[in-house]
């Protein structure tokens, strides 16, 4: 085998300061404008949350996980649970949640 070369390092190109794209095509029925605000479904459905008072979690199944829960460690001793101690507990565990 002979001597190895040694090689040029490359030196980085410049991008160009716009990119290069076809002519624009015109949307049929408004799509490029729902593309466009796609991005942002997450941050509206965010702000519809905080805005209203409803409960994420429907009641039956909060309260049945609480009393299952209630019941593992009580050893399957079965509490009776008034509506507003578990209407508290879910509305302080959304609260909990959602900081």
Avoid at 7 to 25: F, L
Avoid at 37 to 46: A, D, N, P, Q
Avoid at 64 to 83: H, L, N, P, Y
């Amino acid at each position: 085998m002979g001597p190895r070369r040694s090689r040029k390092p490359e030196t980085p190109r410049r991008r160009t300061t716009t990119p290069t794209r076809g002519p624009p095509r015109p949307s049929a029925s408004g799509a490029a404008s729902r593309s466009r605000f796609r991005r942002f479904v997450w941050l509206r459905e965010m702000r519809k949350l905080q805005k209203s008072t409803d409960l994420l979690l429907r009641k039956a199944p909060f309260s049945r996980v609480v009393r299952e829960i209630c019941a593992k460690f009580t050893r399957g001793v079965d509490f009776s649970w008034q509506a507003q101690a578990l209407l508290a507990l879910q509305e302080m565990m959304l609260v909990l949640r959602s900081h």
